[in-house]
C-alpha cells in the first residue's frame, strides 16, 4: 500500500480482555514506531523497532503491553487484561531509517469498557 | 529525561495573520526536528522539518527556525487561512526515537 496502514481502526473491548493491535508500515520502511494518542495530548512514545528488533521499548508502560515484529515488516501490538486507563488512539509510523521522516497510520481507538 | 515542551497551546489569529508556535527541548543531542498537522480524527502529518545543520528552512508560507545554543524551534505560518486550523506537534529526536510536543490548536477566524 502506499501508506502505513492500521487495523481494526476501533475496538471496544471489556476490561480485563486481550487485544491485538496491527501495523503495515510503508513497504520498505526498517524503522517502525508506537504511540500512544490521548485526548488533547501529544503522541507518547511506547517503542520502536529496527528490523525485526526492538531498539528501544522505554515507553511501554507496564508488562501487560508487549510488541513484535517477526519478519522486519507487519508489526503487533498486544495489551492483556486491558484496563480503563489503556483507552486512546494507538499510532504506528514508520520510516526508511531511524532517522528519516516518520509517516503515520490512521491510528486504532481503543475502549475498553 | 528527554522532554519537548510546547506554547501556546492554544492560538487564535486572523485569516491572513501569521502565526508562531514555540517548542524547548532538553536534551542538546537531539539533531532533528519535525513539525506535524493534526486535522480532527485523522493522523498527524508531516508538514516540515529541520535538521541540527541549519537555523532556519521554508517551505511557501510555512518555515521553521532552530536556535541550538538555546534548545529552541520555532513554526512560522504566514499569510494564514481557514484550512490551517489544526493541532500542531512538535517534536524532537532523541536516540532514534521521536517526543513530542503536548500540541497547540491553531485556529484561524474568518
Known amino acids: 500500500g502506499a501508506g502505513v496502514s492500521q487495523t481494526p481502526s476501533n475496538k471496544v473491548t471489556e476490561k480485563g480482555k486481550y487485544v491485538e493491535l496491527r501495523c503495515d508500515p510503508i513497504?520498505?520502511?526498517?524503522?517502525l514506531y508506537w504511540y500512544r494518542q490521548s485526548l488533547g495530548q501529544g503522541p507518547e512514545f511506547l517503542i520502536y523497532?529496527?528490523?525485526?528488533?526492538?531498539?528501544?521499548d522505554s515507553g511501554l508502560p507496564n508488562d501487560r503491553f508487549f510488541a513484535v515484529r517477526p519478519e522486519g515488516s507487519v508489526s503487533t501490538l498486544k495489551i492483556q487484561r486491558t484496563e480503563r486507563g489503556d483507552s486512546a488512539v494507538y499510532l504506528c509510523?514508520?520510516?526508511?531509517?531511524?532517522?528519516?521522516?516518520?509517516?503515520f497510520g490512521q491510528g486504532t481507538r481503543l475502549t475498553v469498557v | 529525561g528527554e522532554n519537548v515542551e510546547q506554547h501556546p497551546s492554544t492560538l487564535s489569529v486572523q485569516e491572513g495573520d501569521s502565526a508562531v508556535i514555540k517548542c524547548t527541548y532538553s536534551?542538546?543531542?537531539?539533531?532533528?526536528f519535525p513539525w506535524y498537522k493534526q486535522e480532527l480524527g485523522k493522523r498527524p502529518q508531516l508538514i516540515i522539518d529541520?535538521?541540527?545543520?541549519?537555523g532556519e528552512k521554508k517551505d511557501q508560507r510555512i518555515a521553521v527556525t532552530l536556535n541550538k545554543t538555546a534548545k529552541h524551534f520555532s513554526l512560522h505560518i504566514t499569510e494564514t487561512q481557514p484550512e490551517d486550523s489544526a493541532v500542531y506537534f512538535c517534536?524532537?529526536?532523541?536516540?532514534?526515537?521521536?517526543?513530542f510536543g503536548q500540541g497547540t490548536r491553531l485556529t484561524i477566524n474568518p
Open positions: 509510523a514508520s520510516s526508511l531509517t531511524g532517522t528519516a521522516e516518520a509517516f
Open positions: 536534551d542538546s543531542a537531539s539533531n532533528y
Open positions: 523497532f529496527q528490523g525485526t528488533g526492538a531498539a528501544d
Open positions: 513497504s520498505g520502511h526498517t524503522a
Open positions: 529541520i535538521r541540527s545543520n541549519v
Open positions: 517534536a524532537a529526536m532523541y536516540t532514534q526515537k521521536l517526543v
